[in-house]
């Protein structure tokens, strides 16, 4: 199976991304996190980029804050399909963060989640690898029927 890259721009990302690595664990799905600043350290972010499908990469899982540029720099030094996760930041909520990473021009496409979004983001890298994977398919969907159940057990006990 290939893996998921998770890059955050800041090592003080890792807890609002503990969600991700969590729900890529559940599927099963091997990944590996590095640290690596678009503004920081720029020439590490593109190599990182450049070698991830020669060591296994599938899915490239970015998250960053603030000028939130790391998607974007990662997506232009690859093929692989890039999720963006816009932090929040003390600045503007994590507003910033979510342009930054969803206005990419055309051409560099970033698939952008919600603002601290990480499980959302280890769902949609799971939902590209199952499209080669029939397993990790099936995963899937267990884990959509089960979010149905939660939601009628929630509809017959709800009260006013």
Avoid: W
């Avoid at 199976?1 to 503990?18: F, H, I, Q």
């Avoid at 599938?58 to 720099?73: D, E, F, R, S």
Wanted: charged share 20%; glycine share 6%.
């Amino acid at each position: 199976m290939k893996r998921v890259l998770v890059v955050m721009g800041s090592a003080s990302d890792a807890e609002a991304l503990k969600p991700c690595a969590r729900q890529l664990e559940q599927f099963r799905i091997p990944y590996e996190v590095r640290v690596a600043s678009a503004h920081r350290t720029p020439e590490a972010a593109a190599r990182l980029a450049e070698e991830a499908r020669a060591d296994g990469v599938g899915v490239i899982i970015a998250a960053a804050g603030k000028a939130a540029h790391l998607a974007g720099v990662i997506a232009g030094h690859t093929t692989l399909p890039v999720i963006g996760i816009p932090m929040k930041s003390s600045t503007l909520d994590g507003l910033d963060s979510l342009l930054s990473t969803v206005q990419m021009p055309s051409g560099v496409p970033v698939a952008t989640v919600a603002i601290d979004g990480a499980q959302n983001a280890a769902i949609l890298a799971a939902q590209i690898l199952s499209l080669g994977d029939a397993e990790l398919e099936a995963k899937l969907d267990e884990f959509k029927k089960s979010l149905a159940a939660k939601t009628t057990e929630a509809d017959a006990k709800i009260e006013l």
